[in-house]
């Protein structure tokens, strides 16, 4: 049951990145320095992030997940590791016992556990994107919206910054703190505050029914993996038909079509 509130926690981070990335516009790569008394409003600090983080086609990180209890802060609930490698359009990732692979055409979720795979269209979710209609930063950011972002930015004394905001578009999140690298934009590290009862009851809730994710990121030497080899030991194509390879006939399969 941890390691699916871990995995939840993860996605709301990714989805919460990606949709601001995707929402942002294309502000280019700031190199310019800033005093730390002239510190950048959230708006532009998340532009630079979420461009760093969209441009950045060859990516190598690990960390390390852990999990508390806001209402027992010092007892560590889950603790799991994960991986993150991009190269362009294909991906690998890994938390805990699942892999995910993507070779810019399938998506091949390996369930070690469970003994599952999972097989989708790579483009099916970038229809989806596509489709969708998205706000400006400019937007998200507004006092004035009905459904909005309110961001602040702090300077540490080890001169990373921390970038804390809330999100009217995640409920269940009750908090999210990034911090960062300014000469970089590389995220160092994520805490999420998320609502216990997934924020149905906001104003009757206790500060401290939440859950608190510890995300720590860290970037690794580049890595040098074959998405297809690797996709290929865990399926079989013949004739347009997906089956599980040797290693893996007692997994069960779900392959999801992108016309159905």
């Given at each position: 049951m941890q390691k699916r509130k871990i995995i939840v926690l993860i996605?709301?981070?990714?989805?919460?990145?990606?949709g601001l990335a995707i929402a942002g516009s294309k502000a280019g790569w700031f190199t310019r320095s800033i005093a730390v008394n002239e510190l950048p409003d959230a708006k532009e600090e998340c532009k630079r992030i979420f461009d760093r983080v969209k441009?950045?086609?060859?990516?190598?990180?690990?960390?390390?997940?852990?999990l508390y209890d806001g209402e027992k802060t010092s007892e560590i609930k889950e603790k799991a590791t994960f991986r993150f490698i991009r190269k362009q359009e294909q991906f690998y990732s890994q938390l805990s016992f699942l892999q995910t692979f993507?070779?810019?055409?399938?998506?091949?979720?390996?369930?070690?556990?469970?003994?599952?795979?999972?097989?989708?269209?790579?483009?099916?979710?970038?229809?989806?994107?596509?489709?969708?209609?998205?706000?400006?930063?400019?937007?998200?950011?507004n006092e004035k919206?009905?459904?909005?972002?309110?961001?602040?930015?702090?300077?540490?004394?080890?001169?990373?910054?921390?970038?804390?905001?809330?999100?009217?578009?995640?409920?269940?999140?009750?908090?999210?703190?990034?911090?960062?690298?300014?000469?970089?934009y590389q995220v160092k590290r994520a805490v999420i505050h998320w609502w216990k009862d997934g924020g149905a009851m906001i104003e009757t809730a206790a500060l401290d029914r939440v859950w608190i994710s510890?995300?720590?990121?860290?970037?690794?030497?580049?890595?040098?993996?074959?998405?297809?080899?690797?996709?290929?030991?865990?399926?079989?194509?013949?004739?347009?038909?997906?089956?599980?390879?040797?290693?893996?006939?007692?997994?069960?399969?779900?392959?999801?079509?992108?016309?159905?």
């Open positions: 996605i709301i981070l990714v989805v919460t990145l990606s441009n950045d086609t060859n990516v190598n990180m690990g960390g390390t997940i852990t993507c070779n810019g055409k399938l998506v091949v979720q390996l369930d070690t556990v469970n003994q599952v795979i999972v097989v989708a269209d790579a483009n099916q979710e970038k229809g989806n994107r596509k489709g969708a209609m998205q706000p400006s930063l400019d937007e998200l950011f919206a009905d459904f909005n972002i309110t961001g602040k930015v702090t300077q540490g004394n080890n001169n990373d910054r921390t970038i804390s905001f809330q999100s009217d578009f995640n409920p269940e999140i009750k908090s999210c703190e990034l911090t960062y690298d300014p000469t970089t510890h995300i720590d990121y860290q970037p690794l030497p580049v890595a040098d993996i074959n998405i297809d080899e690797e996709i290929n030991k865990i399926i079989t194509i013949k004739k347009d038909q997906i089956s599980p390879a040797l290693k893996y006939q007692d997994y069960q399969m779900h392959v999801s079509n992108p016309e159905q």
